[in-house]
C-alpha cells in the first residue's frame, strides 16, 4: 500500500512552526526560486501556507478554495513537513497521489533541504500477491482469452517488481478479469500465517508507512482505514492526527459510498469464485464436489433474487415492505443457500484464516441484504443501482456530516481541506452544512489567471431550454458552428449518455476534425489520443468533467450541453431534497443549485491551466440568462467576459495570439 522515500528525520516541534519561515519560504527571493526553476512568487499561495501552519500549530478544521494556479500543493506540503508531525494526505486520484510523490515531493526535498520520510498508500487490490501469483501461474484460467497476453507482461514485470505495485506494468487496460485473482485483496489474505508473509509487497509497505513522516494516499483508502477500524478489524493506515483533504468536494460521494451497504451480484460472484479456490486446496473427492454443487446453488440463487429487480429506471428507491411476494421468496431462498455454504465451509478439514473469513464473508452478505431490503432506516435510503452485467442493492446514509465529525474531525488534532470548487455564493455554508465542517476558519485564494483576457464566455441565450424537444438538434447544430470558430480543440461535456450519443451520431462520419467518444476506449487512452491528436474534439460525460488537465492550444474550446443539475428522480438525490425540505428549506435552491454551481466550477476548470493558455467556455443551457438561479451560476465561476453572440466568439479565435512571456 505504500512506496517509501527514506531519510531520518531530525526532531522537529509543533511550536517551532514558525509562520513568517513558511511565508519567507514561498517569498520572492527565496531558496525555492532557485530551486525550483519554475517557482514565481504568488501571494496567494504565500497566504494559504500561513493559513495551514496555522492550522497545524492551534489545531482545528481550515477551509480553502484555492483558484487554479494558485500552487496549493506546495502550500500545504511545505509546513506540513516543518510540523515534524506525520501527516496524511489524501488526494482525489491516483494519478495525483503519483504526481505528488513523484514530483512534488522531490522537487521539495531538494529545494527545503529538510530530511523527512515521505511514502505513497494504495489500496491492496493494487498490490501483487505473492501467494496467490504462483498459484494462479501454475494453472492460469482465462475467461477472456485476449487476457493471455497481458498475463505474460505481468510475469514479465512480476519477476522484477521491488514494490508490486501495478501500476508499474507497462500497457496493460485498467480491468483485467485475473487480476483480482492475483492481487493481495484483504479478502484472500492470511496474515502472519502465509509462507510469503515476511516478502509481501503490503507487509514491506506498511513498515515503510509506520515510519513515514508524509503519507500519500487517495480519498478511497482514507475511507477503507475508518470503516475498518469503525468495526474494530485494526487499521489500513498507521496512526495520525494531522490530515490534509485534497480535492475536498469529492468527498460527501466517497463517505456517501463507504459509509452505506451494498449487495450485488458481483460480490455474490466474487465469494462464490473464492470459496470454490479454498475447497479445491484443502478437501479432496466427494467433499469438493459438493461443495460445488451447493455454490453453483447460490450463483444460481442469487442471480434470480438480483434479475428480480431489473425492468425500472436504472436507478430507483426501494421502499419499507414493498417486496412481491416472489421477491420474498427468492430472497428467502438465498439466505437459506448462503447458510448451507457456511455450514459447508465449517466441515473443512482444515479451517484457518481463509475459510473463517470466507464464511465471515457471506454472514455479512446476508446482514447487509437484510438491513437493504428492509429499508428501515430514516436515516438510510435504500435504492437499486442497474447496470448492463449487474444489478447492485444499496442503503445510503442521507446525511454524513455525523459520521464524518464521528469518525474524522472529532478525531484528529487539524484537518486542512482544499479544492478549487468549495464556495458557491461566495460562501463555504453549502459545503459547511453538508459535510459538518465548522465554517469560522476559512478563506477563498483567486486564481493568478487573467481570465478576462485569456478566456470568453459565451452563453447561447437564443436556444431553446433543455426539456423542450427541438433542444437538442439546435444544439448540435450550435456545437457544430463553435467546433468550426475554434478549429476542433475542443471537449463537448454532457450531463448524459443519451445527449451525447444523439451528437455522436450526427458527427460520425460528417465533422472535419478527429472524433473521440467517451465509452469507445478507456478514459486514460482518450485523453492521451486528445492531447496527440491535432483539432481533436472528444465527447465526454460526467468523468471528464474534473481530475483532466490538457495545457495548451490543444484544448481551447469547452462546450457544455446543460446546466449539471442532478436529476431529482434519483433515489438518493430525492432522499437528501427531502431532507432540506423537512428541515425549512428549499430543496432546489439549497441543495440542486449549489451542487450543480460546484459541478460547472469543476467543468470550466479543465480550460485555462496556464498564465498562456486561451479559450472559450459556451453554454448552450440558456436557463443561465433566461432563469432567476442564473445568476448564481454566473455569479460563481471566474470573472470571464461574458457575451451571448456567437460572433465574438469567432472574433476571439480570430485573433492573433498574444506572444508568450
Known sequence: MTESTSLSPPKRELDRLDVDHVRELLGEGSPLETALPAFEYRRSQQDMAAAVAEAFRDGGELLVEAGTG??????????AVLSGQRVVVSTGTKNLQEQLFYK?????????????TACLMKGRGNYLCLTRHAQFAMQPNFRQFQEASHFDTVERWAGITKTGDRAEIPGIPDRLDFWKGISARSENCTGRDCS?????????????????????????????????????????????????LDEFHQIEDVATQYFGLIVSNVRVEDLVRDCEEAWKTRAHGKRVSQAQLQLRRLRNSGLELFESFRGRDERYRLEPKALMPAQERLRD?????????RSELSGIPTPDEVTVS???????????????????DPEAVSWCDQRERSVALRSSPIHV?????????????????????????DSFEYMGSRLGVATDRCMTLPSPFDYREQALLYVAR???????????????????????????????????????????????GNLPYPLLVHGDAPRGELLE????????????????????????????????????????????????????ASSGGNGFADYQVPMAILSLKQGFGRLIRSKTDRGVVAILDSRVANMGYGKRFLSSLPPYRLTYDRRDVTSFFEAPRAPSA
Open 70 to 79: 494558485t500552487g496549493k500543493t506546495l502550500a500545504y506540503l511545505i509546513p
Open 104 to 116: 512534488d515531493i522531490p522537487l521539495l526535498r531538494k529545494a527545503m533541504k529538510v530530511p523527512f
Open 196 to 244: 510469503e508473509f515476511e516478502r509481501c509487497y503490503v507487509t514491506k509497505i506498511r513498515q515503510r508507512a509506520a515510519e513515514s513522516d508524509i503519507i500519500i494516499v487517495n480519498h478511497h483508502l482514507l475511507f477503507a482505514d475508518l470503516m475498518v477500524r469503525a468495526g474494530s478489524y485494526g487499521e489500513v493506515l498507521p496512526e495520525y492526527d494531522y490530515l490534509i
Open 333 to 341: 431462498s438465498f439466505v437459506k443457500e448462503l447458510a448451507k455454504v
Open 358 to 376: 470466507l464464511s465471515r464473508r457471506a454472514s455479512e452478505i446476508e446482514m447487509d441484504l437484510l438491513s437493504i431490503l428492509a429499508a428501515s
Open 401 to 425: 456530516a455525523p459520521f464524518l465529525q464521528a469518525s474524522l474531525f472529532e478525531r484528529k488534532h487539524a484537518v486542512v481541506m482544499t479544492s478549487a470548487t468549495l464556495a458557491v455564493d
Open 462 to 508: 437564443h436556444l431553446p431550454p433543455p426539456r423542450e424537444k427541438a433542444f437538442m438538434d439546435e444544439a448540435i447544430a450550435e456545437i457544430r458552428s463553435l467546433l468550426a470558430a475554434s478549429r476542433g480543440r475542443a471537449f463537448v461535456l454532457f450531463t448524459s449518455f443519451q445527449n451525447l450519443r444523439a451528437t455522436k451520431r450526427a458527427f460520425e
Open 529 to 580: 489520443r486528445f492531447r496527440e491528436t491535432p483539432g481533436a474534439v472528444l465527447l465526454g460525460t460526467s468523468s471528464f468533467w474534473e481530475g483532466v488537465d490538457v495545457m495548451g492550444e490543444q484544448l481551447s474550446c469547452v462546450i457544455v450541453d446543460k446546466l449539471p443539475f442532478a436529476v431529482p428522480g434519483d433515489p438518493l438525490v430525492s432522499a437528501r431534497i427531502d431532507l432540506v
